[in-house]
């Protein structure tokens, strides 16, 4: 599977923003998707992730109640909504699958079989 994160921008502090990662070459629905963001001399940090049917969704402490993570399988999408951002949400955020079987620990980046090129988020305040 290939996958293309899009979506990203220039917000203000408040705003929201969607971003979208969609799959080519295979379905997505066989994969569990993860969210992951940088910036500049960190490590990349785990933001949200959602199992293959989206029965099971996972936050990263700082998000809960502002992001929503959702997928659309008919459309081969995952979609990150992302509500009353802060200047702390500024990052390249991506996306990765994981193949959905076996033992997956969702917030580790070393799960995920293939990696999007990623988006810039930039929240101004």
């Known amino acids: 599977v290939q996958l293309q994160a899009s979506g990203g921008g220039l917000v203000q502090a408040g705003s929201s923003l969607r971003l979208s990662c969609a799959a080519s070459?295979?379905?997505?629905?066989?994969?569990?998707i993860g969210w992951f963001r940088q910036t500049p001399g960190k490590e990349r940090e785990f933001v949200t992730a959602?199992?293959?049917?989206?029965?099971?969704?996972y936050y990263e402490d700082a998000v809960k109640g502002r992001f929503t993570v959702s997928r659309d399988n008919a459309q081969n999408t995952v979609y990150l909504q992302m509500d009353s951002l802060k200047p702390e949400d500024t990052a390249v955020y991506y996306c990765?699958?994981?193949?959905?079987?076996?033992?997956?620990?969702?917030?580790?980046?070393?799960?995920?079989?293939?990696w999007g090129q990623g988006t810039l988020v930039t929240v101004s305040s």
């Open positions: 990765a699958a994981k193949i959905a079987r076996g033992y997956w620990d969702y917030p580790s980046s070393n799960m995920y079989e293939t």
């Open positions: 070459g295979r379905t997505i629905s066989s994969y569990n």
């Open positions: 959602i199992s293959w049917s989206g029965g099971r969704t």
